[in-house]
């Protein structure tokens, strides 16, 4: 046992009736007050009588009654302290034409363990689809090396807190419309809490001549699925199949006036403000992922499209890219009108 302090003898006290006992700790701890608990604690632990151990224990009930306590303890803190969980590696696909991507990112949590969230965006409704789980380092470059090979869309590694940062602005839209996430989000949600939306790429004043370039963009395959949705144009598209197969003898000129009053329709319904705005952001984001992949010709085409379509007097019927979009709609729509494409799989709605 640990010696107590002079004026409190544990061998003494042992040699004492119970309600001497008593008085004598009581004694004790009313004249030491605080500076009595480390003694009375020994006591109570440490004492070889039993007796005294009681005694000791009631002796610091009622110091605890008048408020009289030791501090508390500090927690031990592990070996290994638990970290905070954090978003540690991400990745983002090429945005599809109806303006949805793939995004992973990478939780690592306690003691090194990470888990992968794997989602589905889309920039007119939000978070589309959510999985993932638990894996291994091994098992997650197995899974880039497969993506990579099967994607069609462009895929690169980005700073998490893009990738966190869109997640957020997709919760923002579900606030926005009054919806919500699909269920199999709720496992994730609480990992977004408080962060901010991406901040949105910067554009710089578009070289007007890679704006007229730029439905080359169109050309590339993975933007093959970029055009306006088929289903908005149909009319137009059937107007406009009429108008090439009528027997009456028109000139190709007054033909060609009246195809691009169609077109010039299409463009001024489908590519309003906010339509404009959006494909913009589009192509912006494309930029973005075309620098990373390493291939900045095709980005700057993007960037200067971009820039030139988000401008507030921005006309869609002078940008190559908007007619490109307008005219491959119409195209798409016909097909779908001779019944040569599934409704279905010409859609651009997510």
Request: hydrophobic share 50%; aromatic share 4%; charged share 25%.
């Amino acid at each position: 046992m640990t010696d107590a302090a002079p004026g409190l003898d544990a061998a003494r006290l042992a040699t004492l009736a119970e309600d001497a006992l008593d008085d004598a700790l009581r004694a004790y701890a009313d004249a030491h007050g605080a500076a009595a608990l480390p003694v009375l604690g020994d006591l109570a632990a440490g004492a070889a009588d039993r007796a005294v151990r009681r005694g000791a224990k009631r002796a610091l009930y009622r110091l605890a009654q008048r408020g009289v306590t030791a501090p508390a303890a500090p927690a031990v803190r592990p070996v290994v302290e638990r970290r905070a969980e954090r978003a540690a590696r991400a990745w983002l696909s090429g945005v599809d034409g109806s303006g949805s991507r793939a995004v992973w990112i990478v939780f690592e949590g306690a003691y090194g363990a990470i888990t992968l969230c794997s989602l589905i965006l889309n920039d007119t409704v939000g978070v589309v689809d959510a999985a993932g789980g638990e894996i291994t380092k091994k098992r997650l470059d197995a899974e880039l090396a497969a993506l990579r090979a099967a994607q069609k869309l462009p895929w690169v590694e980005v700073e998490p807190a893009r990738a966190v940062g869109l997640v957020a602005e997709a919760l923002a839209l579900h606030r926005q419309r009054g919806s919500a996430p699909p269920a199999a989000f709720a496992r994730w949600e609480g990992r977004f809490a408080g962060a901010g939306p991406a901040p949105v790429p910067a554009l710089p004043a578009p070289d007007p001549a890679l704006v007229e370039r730029s439905a080359e963009l169109l050309e590339l395959p993975e933007l093959a699925g970029w055009f306006l949705d088929p289903e908005s144009v149909q009319a137009d598209a059937v107007e406009r199949e009429a108008l090439r197969t009528s027997r009456l003898v028109v000139s190709d000129q007054i033909k060609a006036e009246r195809e691009e009053a169609i077109l010039g329709g299409v463009l001024a319904r489908e590519l309003g403000p906010e339509a404009r705005a959006r494909w913009a952001r589009r192509l912006a984001e494309t930029a973005l992922v075309l620098d990373a992949a390493g291939r900045p010709e095709p980005a700057g085409l993007a960037r200067a499209a971009a820039a030139t379509l988000a401008a507030p007097d921005a006309d869609p019927a002078r940008h190559p890219l908007a007619r490109g979009l307008a005219q491959r709609a119409l195209d798409v729509a016909a097909e779908v009108a001779a019944g040569r494409i599934p409704a279905a799989d010409a859609s651009r709605k997510p």
